[in-house]
């Protein structure tokens, strides 16, 4: 059973351009995860999706992010217009329900 | 937002040495504390969880200690080694509703040979 896949793993964006980060959660899991790290720092969450239904995103910016989990094919995190700030490395995290909560290996963004 | 607080930000031990890294929760629904490892590189792993119907938690080498009224646990490494250098993160979560794992902002442990 494959993990939680995110691609890219890594990702240079400039300044104004959009990043789009894709995640598959594991199978069986309908429930993803969205969190933010930045260097030395913990997990900030961003927002929690279940197919097509955004349930929490209280911890996405109002601006220039949004996410998605269509019915078929991986959620997707969308960065409009980066800005360095947005530096950092993205987790996401799948789980069947309540429980255990489960990480893929994370997409670096890097803006120059 | 309810908060974790978690201490240590960092902690060098000696091998064989029991590091303790210790949180403190303000939200009372809360009813399961997991414990994260995380890699340098990689993303975090469930550790060990408790529930606050036990005091303590043992899995190997890793214990949990929590006190509810205090509204404080702890993760204690008995024997450490060098294989578990890495960043712990505390959690509180809650069963009732849906999941939205709050994480402490967590502790860079480094076990010296």
């Known amino acids: 059973n494959a993990g939680v896949m995110q691609n890219p793993r890594h990702l240079v964006r400039r300044r104004g351009q959009e990043a789009r980060l894709r995640c598959s959660p594991m199978?069986?899991?309908?429930?993803v995860y969205w969190y933010r790290q930045l260097p030395e720092e913990g997990l900030k969450f961003m927002v929690y999706?279940?197919?097509?239904?955004?349930?929490?995103e209280s911890g996405m910016p109002k601006e220039r992010f949004s996410a998605e989990f269509p019915k078929e094919g991986p959620s997707i995190l969308r960065i409009q217009q980066v800005v360095r700030g947005d530096s950092a490395a993205y987790f996401c995290?799948?789980?069947?329900?309540?429980?255990?909560?489960?990480f893929g290996e994370g997409s670096r963004l890097t803006v120059l | 937002q309810q908060q974790v607080k978690q201490s240590p930000q960092s902690l060098i031990v000696q091998k064989g040495g029991i590091p303790i890294i210790n949180c403190a929760y303000e939200?009372?629904?809360?009813?399961?504390f997991p414990w994260y490892q995380q890699f340098p590189g990689k993303g975090p792993a469930l550790l060990i969880a408790?529930?606050?119907?036990?005091s303590e938690k043992k899995e190997g080498r890793f214990t949990i200690s929590f006190n509810k009224s205090a509204k404080q646990f702890s993760l204690h490494i008995m024997d450490s080694q060098p294989g578990d250098s890495a960043t712990y993160f505390c959690?509180?979560?809650?069963?009732?509703?849906?999941?939205?794992?709050?994480f402490g902002t967590g502790t860079k442990l480094q076990v010296i040979p």
């Open positions: 995290a799948s789980s069947p329900g309540a429980g255990e909560l489960f």
């Open positions: 199978k069986g899991h309908s429930h």
């Open positions: 999706l279940q197919k097509e239904n955004i349930i929490d």
């Open positions: 939200n009372t629904a809360f009813d399961y």
């Open positions: 408790i529930r606050p119907d036990v």
């Open positions: 959690a509180g979560d809650y069963s009732g509703g849906y999941q939205k794992v709050t």
